[in-house]
C-alpha cells in the first residue's frame, strides 16, 4: 500500500470517527445538562478540557479500529490466519529488503504512539509507565484476536510487539511535555485550580513529582533503542556488496532427500558472472512514456500519473470521439514497461485457436516499428488457449554482441486489422558485474539434505524429497544484483513443493 493510499485510508477514517464522536458528545452533554443537573440537581462540574481530550482519544481509537478492523480488501486468501513467530516480519523484510516492507513495520510502531501520550492525559490513574504500557499490550492484543476470530486480518505477534513499542514511544513524548510543563509551572506564580482544570492536566500537576529528569530519561529508553535497531539494520545492508536473495531466508526442516535415478550431481564449480540490472529513474520512464505516446499523436496527461514503489502509471490525453487513451505501466528495473491501446479493446478475436494469419516476422515487424528490441534467437509461440491474436517471443538467456544479457518475455496482442492493442515488454538487458566464487551442485544438494532452504510449503511437517534435476539459474537480488542459483526440480509427495532453489554464491 503505497502513503498516499494510507493517508487516504486514513481520511475517511478519521472522518467517520469525528462524526460518531461529535454525535456521542452532543448526547452526553444533552443528558449532562437535563438529567444530571436539572433533574438530578448534580453538583459535579466537568472540565472541559479533560473532554476535549477524551473526544481526541475516542477518534484515535475508533480510527484505529477502523483501518486495522473494517479497511477495503480484507477477507483475501490469508486474512483470518496467523504468524505467531516473533520478528518473523523483520526477518521477511530484511531478505526482502524492500521499502514498503519496512514502511509497513515502521507505521505499525507509530499508529500507536498517540495511545501512548493520550491514555495517561485521558486517565489520571493509568499516570505510571507500566499502566500504559499495559494499556497498549491489551488493545492491540484485543485487535489481534478480532483479526483472528472474524477473519478480518491476520493475527500477528509481531504486531503486539510493534504496537506496544509505539505505545511505550509515545509515553516518553508525554513524559517530556509533563516535564516541560512542570518546570514552567514552577517558574511561573502559582496558577488557579480552575485554570489547570480547564486544562485538563491538574491531576499531573499534583503529581508532578513522577514527571523528573531521571524518569523522562528512562522513559525514552524505548525510542532510543528502537532507533538504534533500525541505524544498526541499515547500516548493515548499505555495507554489503550484495543485496539479500528471500531464498535466504532458510530455517532448518526436518527432509529426508534422495536423488531420482539417473540424476547424477557434480562436485566442480567455475566462477560465474554476477550481473546487474539497471534501475531507471522517473525521467526516463517518462521518455518511454512520451515516445509511445507520440507515436499516437498525443502526450501524458498529467493528472493522470499514478506512482507507485516500483512503478510508475502514465495515461494519455483522450483520442478520438470515444475519449480513449493511452496507458503504460513502466517498472523501474529494466525498465520493463506494459502498453495498452484503450481504443481497440473489444476488437480482439475471443474465439480460441482462431488463425489471424500473422507470422513470426509479421509480428517482429509491428514490435519493431514500436522500437522495440527482440533478440535473434528469442523463440516465437502463439498463445491462443483463451483467446486469438496473443504473441510470445521467449529468451532464456543470452549474451548478445553488445555484452549484455539478455533474458525475458515480450508478449503482444493484435487485432484481426494488425494494429497492436497491449504490448508488455519484459525482456530486461543485464550487465556484466564482477566473477565470483560459487558452490557445486554436490555442496548445494549437501545443504538441501540438511534441511536449510526456503519454502512456503509443506507447514513445516517432515518432508520426503525425491530430487529429479538441478539447474542453474540466475536471481535478482534486493540490490539489483542478477545472481546464480541452483534450482532442485523435485517430488515431494503431496506437499506443494516442486522447486527448491539455494543460493549458489559462496
Known amino acids: 500500500m503505497r502513503i498516499s493510499d494510507i493517508i487516504s485510508l486514513g481520511k475517511e477514517a478519521l472522518f467517520l470517527a469525528i462524526i460518531a464522536v461529535v454525535l456521542f458528545a452532543a448526547i452526553w ?175 499531573v500537576f499534583k503529581q508532578r513529582k513522577r514527571h523528573n529528569g531521571r524518569n523522562c530519561i528512562l522513559a525514552q529508553i524505548p525510542l532510543a533503542l528502537t532507533i538504534i535497531a533500525f541505524v544498526v539494520v541499515f547500516a548493515a545492508y548499505n555495507s554489503r556488496e550484495y543485496g539479500n536473495l528471500f531464498i535466504d531466508n532458510t530455517g532448518k526442516r526436518s527432509v529426508n532427500v534422495f536423488l531420482a535415478d539417473g540424476v547424477e550431481l557434480s562436485d566442480k564449480a567455475d566462477k560465474l558472472e554476477v550481473y546487474t540490472v539497471h534501475r531507471a529513474d522517473e525521467d526516463e520512464t517518462r521518455e518511454v512514456a512520451e515516445k509511445y505516446f507520440s507515436k499516437y499523436d498525443t502526450e501524458i496527461d498529467e493528472s493522470q500519473t499514478d506512482r507507485y514503489d516500483d512503478t ?77 491474436g496473443n504473441y510470445k517471443f521467449t529468451d532464456k538467456g543470452e549474451v548478445l554482441d553488445d555484452g549484455l544479457f539478455y533474458k525475458g518475455t515480450i508478449e503482444c496482442t493484435l487485432v484481426p486489422a494488425g494494429e497492436v492493442e497491449s504490448v508488455s515488454d519484459n525482456m530486461i538487458k543485464y550487465k556484466p558485474y564482477k566473477d565470483v566464487d560459487v558452490i557445486s551442485e554436490k555442496e548445494a544438494y549437501d545443504q538441501l539434505c540438511a534441511g536449510k532452504f526456503y519454502t512456503d510449503g509443506a507447514n513445516g511437517r517432515k518432508l520426503d524429497i525425491e530430487v529429479k534435476s538441478v539447474e542453474l539459474i540466475y536471481m535478482d537480488d534486493s540490490k539489483g544484483y542478477y545472481r546464480p542459483v541452483y534450482e532442485f526440480s523435485v517430488d515431494a509427495g503431496d506437499s506443494d513443493v516442486t522447486n527448491i532453489m539455494i543460493d549458489a554464491m559462496k
Open 29 to 203: 452533554l444533552l443528558g449532562y445538562k437535563l438529567i444530571y443537573k436539572k433533574k438530578m440537581h448534580g453538583k459535579k462540574q466537568i472540565s472541559l478540557g479533560k473532554m476535549a481530550w477524551i473526544c481526541i482519544f475516542a477518534v484515535y481509537v475508533i480510527v484505529v479500529l477502523l483501518v486495522t478492523l473494517a479497511r477495503p480488501g480484507m477477507g483475501g486468501v490469508y486474512e483470518g490466519s496467523s504468524n505467531w513467530k516473533p520478528f518473523s516480519s523483520y526477518k521477511e523484510a530484511w531478505y526482502n529488503f524492500q521499502p514498503r516492507e519496512w514502511r509497513n513495520l515502521i507505521l505499525n510502531i507509530c499508529m500507536f504512539i498517540p495511545m501512548g501520550v493520550l491514555v495517561p492525559i485521558c486517565f489520571n490513574k493509568i499516570d505510571r509507565a507500566w499502566k500504559t504500557y499495559l494499556c497498549g499490550f491489551a488493545f492491540t492484543l484485543l485487535i489481534e484476536i478480532t483479526q483472528l476470530v472474524t477473519g478480518r486480518g491476520v493475527f500477528e505477534t509481531d504486531d503486539i510487539i510493534n504496537n506496544t513499542v509505539g505505545t511505550m514511544i509515545g509515553y516518553g513524548f508525554y513524559a517530556i511535555v509533563m516535564l516541560v510543563i512542570g518546570a514552567i509551572k514552577r517558574g511561573k506564580a502559582r496558577v488557579t485550580e480552575d485554570t489547570e482544570n480547564n486544562l485538563g492536566v491538574n491531576s
Open 312 to 388: 510508475i502509471i502514465y495515461k494519455s490525453k483522450p483520442m478520438g470521439n470515444d475519449g480513449s487513451d493511452l496507458s503504460i505501466w513502466c517498472d523501474y528495473d529494466g525498465p520493463t514497461y506494459s502498453f495498452t491501446d484503450f481504443s481497440l479493446i473489444g476488437e480482439t478475436v475471443d474465439s480460441a485457436g482462431q488463425d489471424l494469419g500473422f507470422t513470426e516476422e509479421d509480428v517482429r515487424k509491428k514490435l519493431e516499428a514500436l522500437d522495440i528490441f527482440i533478440p535473434e534467437n528469442a523463440v516465437f509461440s502463439i498463445d491462443d488457449i483463451y483467446s486469438s
